[in-house]
């Protein structure tokens, strides 16, 4: 895995064998302005993936967390929100999704809070399994 890049917010990511893809937000801070915080580009590959979004938590007191949903746009139109289910400090801080991306497709990830805390951080995490589409050959009447 040498050479690979690790995190990038505007590009999907391919392991060496390019049967797998990847793509992290890093850490972003809680706020309740909706802003784009992965966005990357398909080619001519479908791809099986899953989507996790992690609620913005405290990094000094794990107890604190904000709520927060993403708006899941594929070539600028929604297909899907996802939003983690309460602050309470045994609820579920992740929230995930399966999804299929389509050829030629610009993915656009844009999370809002429940509040602006500089301390609280949350991250988008998307894996998938990478597939090409079966070559169509001539169709004979």
Known sequence: MSGETV??????????????????SGLFESSTTEESKLKFNTNSEYIIGILQLNMPVDDD???????????????????????????DAGANRAVTQEIIIPPFTTVDLIVDSSGNESDRFGSLL??????MPQRVGNLDE
């Open 7 to 24: 995190t990038s917010f505007s590009a999907l990511q391919f392991t060496n064998d390019n049967l797998h893809c990847y793509a992290y």
């Open 126 to 131: 998307f894996t998938g399994k990478v597939g």
């Open 61 to 87: 007191n794990p107890t604190q967390a904000n709520i927060s949903s993403c708006n899941i746009k594929f070539n600028n139109v929604s297909i899907g929100i996802i939003s983690g289910s309460s602050t």
